[in-house]
């Protein structure tokens, strides 16, 4: 099939190559020309403009976004809404919102376009060789977009999900437990690491990354991390977010679900953000209130 | 080789078979006479006692105990010392406390009786097909039983973690990041149940176990549990725990390590036994009390 | 001075009462014709409308809005715009979201009428004999309405705090910090409960507030809970919630400040809904299935 | 009455002069020869050596300890068991483990020797002007020792618990509350601190002091402390503990209790000892590692 791809930056770029190794035709566009002309490298034909992408495009015409979520999102669908037509087939791989999704794919439904929210997950690794979709949209369009996804993805790793927005919300949640599972992993390292114990991490990653119950490819990517810096002394604790684990706690709040452990995970990346608290400089100064415990002073 | 197996339970006697399978001898011995037929029909030799158990193995001699842990393992290790010889092996294949290892190792090392803790992962399937193995104890002593557990693992699945207490003191912290895993799935499934869309949790398990950044055994058994029972209504979310969990947050209260995710899955199991709380009634008292608002009575 | 009072619910009404017993003309209405009685039983002046009550008051007249949050409070404010002027003030006393508060107070400032957010503290028994109050609004404009804040406070018990929204921000993070000290004190309670020991519950609160590092409002009102029903037997541990904490929750994420225990007060609400969740059968599913530990049926 | 004071640090130089101001006759010790100075001053009887108080004393003797919990306290019974005689009073107002006050109760009772585990609470102000105590001992005893607490203790500020143990228990879950309670009232703070209001944190602390919800005497601490330094820029934001916080946990592991704030409490107070954390590193790491997202790098 021929599909174009806008949005070429580290996922972009790898499923420009899962498709053309799986025979897909490719047109790629970026802001970044450098980017456009490595996709051209892979295989792909090059476009200089949204337009020039469409332009290139057969009719009913199939465009995968892979851009950052939020606004870039809309001012992508904005320039490319005068240039679609009824019938032709819009694509949002990366990490919207649900809830923008579901108004985008009712805004673009009036004019006939067909939107689809498909979650993407495994990593630039998975993008490359063969990932997870998770995807969102109407059901019978879907089925023609399908060997798009049975190609890009591992066996079994993709799923059409129901209604506009339940691939985004899937995506969302999966990044919640993500969240979860990975802090869960780093506090039993960090137990490790303050026991009397010795432990080669490198070592302790591998034999739980094989034949035990808490195998998983985050183990295997604890593993290869440990394996490049063995206590990982030139990494800072530092832990970002980019949106998904927040709206997964947002949500429970919403729909009253109980989430403690994806909500504390996420509190402690924003408390690994922050040298030091303002909770904290309280709680040590009612301690010297009441019972004259020192405080340490800042300097 | 040659090797004792105390206790065929679920675990002990899928070892049995694992060990059977590589051309490794093994005594079976449990209270339960019925499980030492069964062991024996799969190709062990069946001993009535412990003493006839002992009789029957090679000096030095290799036990492996598959037993609860606690005071069970302490019986045991009382009725083979007289038995046992200086230079013999006894492994403590269950889920012991590792301080009590550390302890039973340096008690029997005075009879010159190796002492080996080994934290055993990857449940009944991993015991029978190849399992998981943490194990701690003395170095040189080790590489004498290393090919058993070589045969017993999956590949690069054993792992000799260092001094006595050490391969039980993974296998703890395992189980505490196991705690986290299952719960932050647990709650992604209760974010989707609760919202709006009406996922099929079946696909759901089996999209997220393929491909994803969060694909792991554990989400493969998810996918399990709902194709046998798609929105698992046949059972009730009543969370147990055996030790290892609880374990594993004492010794982060202990060397003062943030494990706050591992701590509130505990907390969630602990919550989960209870139908009504008192913290609960306590709260809703106080809310009727200054606000006026309702409570609901208790029948 | 004179006052309009809008909404003579709970809260209300015991702010009407307070207002007369320090020598304040009110007028009064509400849509229950009832609690309007009730309030001219008091000493106020009933109004069978708004638009009676807005013509009871002088200019610029002063109209205190004590009505549930959300789409009430734009309900009332629609039927009060037409009818008010510039330079009138309206106060939103109840627990409104401050994002809203600050939209209302934008809208309404282009007709000139002044808009005070008061979050108001205290319980009913506040409201009657002296509560809480921080308002945020125009500070000119607020000298001139201070004294009836002055009269309804304890000492030092009104803050102005600001601009429109502040008011409520700090209202709304009030009420977060009362989940915590409630959730605090009722884990308390809960630990002696299930200890081995038999504590009076009433002696324990009552020697808590008195003396002791945690004496607290709260304390003295589960002292008088526990002096009413001694083991809560009457109660269910059913907590629910009104939103504030939840706000306080979203705020926090917002802000990425840490806030792990006003989330966990929270979600330990959201827990006590549920009977049984759906985040614990997944759990207990999982350990069925690698570790065959038995699961208990739903019936 | 007539009794020994052991220990004369913050706490226990503070009890003297309460107990002076309300009539009665101390003898007072320490290692720290400047203190019985100190507590000479203020009106007691120094004496040079526990034997020396030990002889100043009545019989039945009344000892009261305020020494750190541990080892010192052993050290402490150990130098005085010989020194006293059946029927004699011993006490400990300090923070001992409530297992270890059971232990030394049952000890020296077979001595004939009545032992009391009193809880102090109300910070060095509260030792000084009239604090709270929990009591656990023999209640016939206690009835003879009960004018003392009386006049220590604010009205309604002493109880007595129960049996040996009680009274240590009740100040453990005391301190677990109050962890809880400042907790809350620090992560309200911090979420004004990150707001876009620009509140003056002495004046909302005063407000919530009056009238409100919330008000208690932490937050009255809160307003001292901001009052000195209204951003606490002075203070760094670490928060060390004592032990008792961490001995509630652990109970509530114990007995099985919810008790996700008080833990969560303690959680970020060993979060805040770190400058950094190991668990952060390893999700810093596993994000580089599946989404190639930047680490920062460590110094």
Sequence with gaps: MK???????????????????HQHQVVAYDLNTELVAQAAECGAEAAASTE???AKLDKPRIVWMMVPAGKIVDSVIESLTP??????????GGNSHYKDSIARAARLAEQGIHYFDAGTSGGMEGAHN???FMIGGNRDVFSGIEPLFKDMAVENGYLYAGESGSGHFLKMVHNGIEYGMMQSIA???????????????EDVA?????GSVIRSWLMELTQNAFSKDPKLEGIKGVMKSSGEGKWTVETALEVQASAPVIAMSLFM???????????????AALRNEFGGHAVEKSE
């Design 3 to 21: 599909i174009g791809m806008i949005g070429l930056g580290k996922m972009g770029l790898n499923l420009v190559q899962n498709l053309i190794h």
């Design 52 to 54: 020039l992408l469409v």
């Design 83 to 92: 240039l679609l037509e009824s019938g032709d087939i819009l694509i949002d």
């Design 130 to 132: 063969g990932g997870c």
């Design 187 to 201: 506090e039993g390292f960090e137990v490790l690491e303050k026991s009397a114990f010795d432990f080669n991490y």
């Design 206 to 210: 591998r034999v739980w990354s094989n």
């Design 269 to 283: 990346r924003y408390r690994s953000l922050d040298q030091d608290t303002f909770h904290g400089k309280v709680v």
